[in-house]
Nanobody
Framework: VQLQASGGGLVQPGGSLSLSCVVSGGIFRHYDMGWFRQAPGKERVIVGHINDSGFRKYYADSVKGRFTIRRDNAKNTVFLQMTSLKPEDTAVYYC?????????????WGQGTQVTVSS
C-alpha cells in the first residue's frame, strides 16, 4: 500500500491550503485515514482522522473549526482542507492509514508534504 501526499506550500497567515493523499495498492475503503504533522524539533502529532465510511471524524483541539478532513472512496483519496492558517501550523504533514481506529499502530505512512505559514 502506498500513500502519496501533495498540496503543501507556502501560505500567509490567515490563508488556506488543501492537502490530498492518494492511496494505491490496497482497498482504500477498508482503512481509517488520518493526517499527522511534525514541526521542527517536535514529535509527530495527530491532526485529525476519518473513519472508513467517512461518517466519524476527529480533530485535534489545535485545529478544530479550522481544518476539515474528508474522503472520496471512489477516488481513493483523503483530503485535508486547512483555513485560517497560523504560523504554528507550519510543519511537515503526513497522511496515514490505520484499521480499527488504532492510531497508535499506523499501518502505512505517506511521504510528507511541507506546509509553511509565514508572511
Amino acid at each position: 500500500v502506498q500513500l502519496q501526499a501533495s498540496g503543501g506550500g507556502l501560505v500567509q497567515p490567515g490563508g488556506s491550503l488543501s492537502l490530498s493523499c492518494v492511496v494505491s495498492g490496497g482497498i482504500f475503503r477498508h482503512y481509517d485515514m488520518g493526517w499527522f504533522r511534525q514541526a521542527p524539533g517536535k514529535e509527530r502529532v495527530i491532526v485529525g482522522h476519518i473513519n472508513d465510511s467517512g461518517f466519524r471524524k476527529y480533530y485535534a483541539d489545535s485545529v478544530k473549526g479550522r481544518f476539515t478532513i474528508r474522503r472520496d472512496n471512489a477516488k481513493n483519496t483523503v483530503f485535508l482542507q486547512m483555513t485560517s492558517l497560523k504560523p504554528e501550523d507550519t510543519a511537515v504533514y503526513y497522511c496515514a492509514a490505520a484499521t480499527g481506529s488504532r492510531w497508535s499502530e499506523v499501518r502505512y505512512w505517506g511521504q510528507g508534504t511541507q506546509v509553511t505559514v509565514s508572511s
